[in-house]
């Protein structure tokens, strides 16, 4: 089976990919099963890899090394991580669909530490017998980012994630069977697979019950991260369209015209490289439910043409002239304040109330805070079980920034963070302090310290005391760097450490700096 490249690259996660990739510096590439390059992430042109693939001898040996970890990676069906003729970190995650290797997803152009002069004179050699330009290379080897070997962990786990995802699609637009039973599945996405005991969730159980066996057109609002994906699903499965297919397409992760092809399938000659006919999306869910995510995200054009589907039922291919009924349960989802997007001028009245029929606000997590401890001891368990290490628990400490961290995004980004803190934990088995994201616990001891009582006494006692906090929560969190520490208050490292012995803070220094 061959994936369907241009679908599973349109994911929510692989744009989120693109961001990453831009912000640790990797270059990403996707390969197809036999190893053929299918499209390219993110590149940059002055990168080192760039320079090695504008060398012939150079990228034939490079090509020949990515294979070589092709093949090691298939036979033992792990993600591998490895070091190219350029002396850089490959890091290659193989597409598994059961026993077949669908293709690659290869990242590089990293380094997991600073190079030594004996490793750069090495480099120098080899590449020099391979016509590479060595003081362009040299040039080019100075941007190249360091990824440490924690943060590429982290990088082949969302790797890994993205990979199961695409999987996951692939069996959906093709209508695979999963390897379980229909009845299993089912099972799996009733109201069980939603964790939380919040009155939110309560109510939201409550109107599902209720609009499960209609084909009423459902209107999900709520944050990014809140479920609604989720909620789509589990209304499909437990629906009378169970049987057929459930159809997902992020209305944001394509262009105008091109949404409008995935929708609604092309002629053959529509445009420029519509060689063959295509069915569109609606087609593909004819019989079943179909979730439009991202709706707001859609342009007046092409709201008038869903109207219609809404309406009657029909659409036209793009390029034809023939009207195709279909049957779809319409679920649509959303971030964005569609009343209001209406008031501007920007959405269809009358798509909106088309869509209004049922409407579901999902609640933000900082909104139901009581799930928290739920839905982090659920992840834990998951992610622990499946990478087969023994359950790992939360600090009391750990717990307590959860529970007073804002989580902008939601439930996606909980599960994000206590996977990233499992893969950072290593072999330890309880989740500390040190662990979590920096901003969380920046975001979380700013708020404590704005809660805290004020304290009584002459003012020069209450500023002495304030200061004397901030400086030891520095001290703890930059791990007794006064250097750094300093700059982050703005003041000279000498006044610092004036205050440090003051305070009496140098008995809990771990190290001079």
Known sequence: MELFWEKVLGLRISK????????????????NSIGQEIR???RSDTTACSLIEHTPAAKQVCDICIKKIFQAAKESRQSAIEKC????????????????CLGFVVAAGVLDRPLSENDRQDLKAHLSSLDVNIEEYEKNLQDVPIVTHEKLEVFKGLLETMVEEMISYQREITKEEPPSPFSEMQKKL?????????????????TLEKIIPSDSTVLLLGESGTGKELIARIVHYNSPRREKAFI?????????NLLESELFGHEKGAFTGAVVQKKGL??????????LDEIGDTSPALQTKMLRVLQDGVFKRV??????????????????????MVEKGTFREDLYYRLNEIRILLPPLRERSEDIPLLSNYFLTKFCTERNIPIKHLSDEVLEYFLNYSWPGNVRELQNEVKRATLLAGFDTVITKKLISTNMVEEVEKKTYLKKPKSSGTL????????????????????????????ELGISRKNLISKVVKYGLEKGEKGKK
Not at 327 to 337: E, L, P, Q, S, Y
């Open 16 to 31: 989120k990919l693109v961001e990453v990739c831009t912000t640790w510096g990797f270059n990403i590439r996707y390969f």
């Open 40 to 42: 390219s992430v993110y």
């Open 85 to 100: 003729p350029a002396g850089l970190t490959v890091l290659v995650v193989p597409i598994l669909n059961r026993d077949d």
């Open 190 to 206: 009733d109201f069980s697979s939603i964790i939380g005991k919040s009155l939110p969730l309560l109510k939201i159980f409550g």
């Open 248 to 256: 997902a397409e992020n209305c944001s992760a394509f262009s105008e």
């Open 282 to 291: 609606f087609e593909l869910a004819d019989g079943g439910t179909f979730l």
């Open 319 to 340: 390029g034809g002239t023939k009207f195709i009924t279909v049957d779809v349960r319409i679920i649509a989802a959303t971030n964005k304040d569609l009343k209001k």
């Open 460 to 487: 020069k006692s209450i500023v002495e005391t304030v200061e004397r906090d901030i400086i030891r929560e520095g001290l703890e969190r930059t791990n007794w760097n006064k250097s750094k520490l300093a700059r």
